[in-house]
């Protein structure tokens, strides 16, 4: 892609390019509804109120919720809804990662809706040149249960056998269609007790699927003290059979919820001491997959942008093709837009992960990403700061 700006003059707060495709009635709706979610106790209260309309069908709950925080961080309820936002992100060289956003699915015949829900996701993406890939969350086509026990070596009976394999099957007819594609498949990560079983159905794809391109990407989580050395071994594993990786590179969502069951059931916690050391083995993950991209196709989906720059300012420094399909960033829908528009508009293969679904399906999805914007997790207004900063850049 031909650069709009110089990747040497790379800059986060150019707040002109970040929100370039956002009308002023756009901007003004955001920074009403980024100083809504910048107040903890609201936000505490209209998740609980929003999860209990929403599920009991109160009259007006839908539309509410639709017409502020989902359409702010959804794509859309189905694919076609979700079009005209692909199509504009890709007026601003941005691609798509599909998020189907249903969760806490269970019983073979829901699992296997979902199966068929990524199925068509894999469909629509082959005809969108700016859907590369679509993301697939084991815990929507398999249940919870079975992947905790069998990240625990623990015997299956019968029963449990079938249930897994048929997870197995779902997993592979999705992995070989991708391939069919020619679409890229983000499984994602989960707790610590599920992800044994998860990197092991992830390795099992990517020896199958990833040998002459990359189809099948893995999750990486660096908040957890052991997955930088994890991500060593998977390489040189792939090395020695000779096929691909795929790492997409997340710091992590359930830090506290690991923390809690380590205590509660007396066990090391797989998590880092501290933030330093996740950012440090964060951007030691980078840099070994940037070192390595002809090996490993990786993802950066952050929102920190120290991260980010450095993984720009190393594919410079070293001379690599900013484009290569192997080097890509990913930030949220709706969250982070300093970051991915102007990585686009210097030429780097920016990405936004698209969550889509229905209203009462996302729910728990949206909740989430209002708490991250409140201080709840204490990242108060960084979103609203460049927002503010728009506004007043455009005189409103």
Same mark, same amino acid.
């Given at each position: 892609?031909?650069?709009?700006?110089a990747p040497e003059k790379? /800059?986060?707060?150019?707040?002109?390019?970040?929100?370039?495709?956002?009308?002023?009635?756009?901007?003004?709706?955001?920074?009403?509804?980024?100083?809504?979610?910048?107040?903890?106790?609201?936000?505490?209260?209209?998740?609980?109120?929003?999860?209990?309309?929403?599920?009991?069908?109160?009259?007006?709950?839908?539309?509410?919720?639709?017409?502020?925080?989902?359409?702010?961080?959804?794509?859309?309820?189905?694919?076609?809804?979700?079009?005209?936002?692909?199509?504009?992100?890709?007026?601003?060289?941005?691609?798509?990662?599909?998020?189907?956003?249903?969760?806490?699915? $269970?019983?073979?015949?829901?699992?296997?809706?979902?199966?068929?829900?990524?199925? %068509?996701?894999?469909?629509?993406?082959?005809?969108?040149?700016?859907?590369?890939?679509?993301?697939?969350?084991?815990?929507?086509?398999?249940?919870?249960?079975?992947?905790?026990?069998?990240?625990?070596?623990?015997?299956?009976?019968?029963?449990?056998?079938?249930?897994?394999?048929q997870l197995k099957d779902?997993?592979?007819?999705i992995c070989k269609k991708?391939?069919?594609?020619?679409?890229?498949?983000?499984?994602?990560?989960?707790?610590?007790?599920?992800?044994?079983?998860?990197?092991?159905?992830?390795?099992?794809?990517? @020896?199958?699927?990833?040998?002459?391109?990359?189809?099948?990407?893995?999750?990486?989580?660096?908040?957890?003290?052991?997955?930088?050395?994890?991500?060593? %071994?998977?390489?040189?594993?792939?090395?020695?059979?000779?096929?691909?990786?795929?790492?997409?590179?997340?710091?992590?969502?359930?830090?506290?919820?690991?923390?809690?069951?380590?205590? @509660?059931?007396?066990?090391?916690?797989?998590?880092?001491?501290?933030?330093?050391?996740?950012?440090?083995?964060?951007?030691?993950?980078?840099?070994?997959?940037? /070192?390595?991209?002809?090996?490993?196709?990786?993802?950066?989906?952050?929102?920190?942008?120290? $991260?980010?720059?450095?993984?720009?300012?190393?594919? @410079?420094?070293?001379?690599?093709?900013?484009?290569?399909?192997?080097?890509?960033?990913?930030?949220?829908?709706?969250?982070?837009?300093?970051?991915?528009?102007?990585?686009?508009?210097?030429?780097?293969?920016?990405?936004?992960?698209?969550?889509?679904?229905?209203?009462?399906?996302?729910?728990?999805?949206?909740?989430?990403?209002?708490?991250?914007?409140?201080?709840?997790?204490? /990242?108060?207004?960084? @979103?609203?700061?460049?927002?503010?900063?728009?506004?007043?850049?455009?005189?409103?």
């Open positions: 892609m031909e650069h709009l700006i790379l /800059d986060f707060s150019n707040t002109e390019i970040a929100f370039s495709d956002k009308s002023n009635r756009e901007l003004k709706k955001m920074k009403w509804l980024f100083k809504l979610m910048n107040k903890e106790k609201l936000v505490k209260i209209t998740s609980s109120l929003g999860l209990f309309a929403v599920k009991y069908s109160l009259p007006f709950a839908k539309t509410i919720v639709k017409s502020t925080i989902f359409n702010q961080f959804c794509g859309g309820e189905g694919l076609l809804d979700s079009q005209s936002n692909i199509d504009r992100l890709h007026k601003s060289h941005i691609l798509t990662i599909l998020d189907y956003g249903a969760e806490g699915k $269970s019983g073979e015949e829901e699992l296997e809706k979902v199966a068929q829900e990524f199925l %068509k996701g894999l469909e629509f993406a082959a005809s969108n040149e700016s859907v590369p890939v679509v993301v697939v969350k084991l815990t929507a086509i398999g249940e919870n249960k079975i992947l905790s026990k069998r990240s625990e070596k623990a015997e299956f009976n019968d029963a449990e056998k079938r249930t897994y394999h779902r997993l592979h007819r991708a391939k069919s594609l020619g679409v890229g498949i983000f499984i994602d990560a989960e707790e610590s007790w599920m992800q044994d079983a998860i990197d092991e159905l992830a390795d099992e794809m990517m @020896e199958m699927y990833n040998k002459e391109r990359v189809v099948v990407y893995n999750t990486f989580q660096l908040y957890r003290h052991d997955r930088l050395e994890f991500l060593y %071994k998977s390489h040189q594993k792939a090395q020695q059979g000779n096929y691909l990786i795929g790492a997409k590179l997340v710091r992590g969502a359930y830090m506290d919820k690991e923390r809690k069951r380590a205590i @509660e059931m007396g066990y090391p916690s797989p998590i880092q001491p501290n933030k330093e050391a996740t950012d440090r083995d964060y951007n030691l993950a980078l840099k070994y997959c940037l /070192d390595h991209y002809e090996t490993i196709s990786s993802c950066a989906a952050t929102h920190n942008a120290k $991260s980010c720059f450095l993984q720009a300012e190393h594919i @410079e420094q070293k001379k690599m093709p900013n484009d290569h399909p192997h080097l890509n960033f990913c930030q949220l829908y709706g969250m982070s837009d300093n970051i991915t528009y102007n990585l686009a508009a210097s030429g780097y293969n920016a990405s936004k992960y698209l969550v889509y679904g229905k209203v009462k399906e996302v729910l728990p999805y949206l909740i989430r990403r209002a708490e991250e914007n409140s201080s709840v997790t204490g /990242d108060i207004g960084r @979103e609203l700061k460049y927002i503010e900063e728009e506004v007043k850049r455009r005189g409103l």
